[in-house]
Structure formats: C-alpha cells, structure tokens
C-alpha cells in the first residue's frame, strides 16, 4: 500500500469486513500471516482477537551449495 494511504484504517476495515463474512458462513477459525518487523499490522491483528500460535523463520541460499 502507498505510504499516504496508511493508517487510515483501511487494513482494520478489509479484515473486520473478512471476519464478519467468515462468521456468516460458519467459519469458526482463520489464519493471517505477518511479515516480521510490521508492528503495525500485529497491532491491527491483535485488536481484532488473533494471537501468535507460532514463528516461522525462512532462510534462503544460492545453488548449488557450496561444498
């Protein structure tokens, strides 16, 4: 999203809006993911009820490996 448009609750919007559909259709859990180091989405995650179940790390490397 561009710089100018943040913080203008439009993130809080779209899944308050996910989260109203989802319970219509009796979906009782969903998942979000959150790049690590966005506070702000986190912050927005958790004022809507979602908690951290668990951390993934990704690591990445060129191939071949050395040897």
């Known amino acids: 999203m561009r710089r100018d448009w943040r913080r203008r609750g439009i993130a809080s919007l779209l899944k308050r809006t996910v989260l109203a559909w989802a319970a219509e259709h009796g979906l009782r859990e ?18 809507l009820g979602y908690t951290t179940r668990s951390v993934g790390i990704r690591v990445r490397g060129r191939l071949p490996l050395p040897r």
């Open 30 to 47: 969903l998942y979000t993911w959150t790049q690590n180091g966005n506070a702000a989405m986190r912050a927005v995650n958790e004022s």
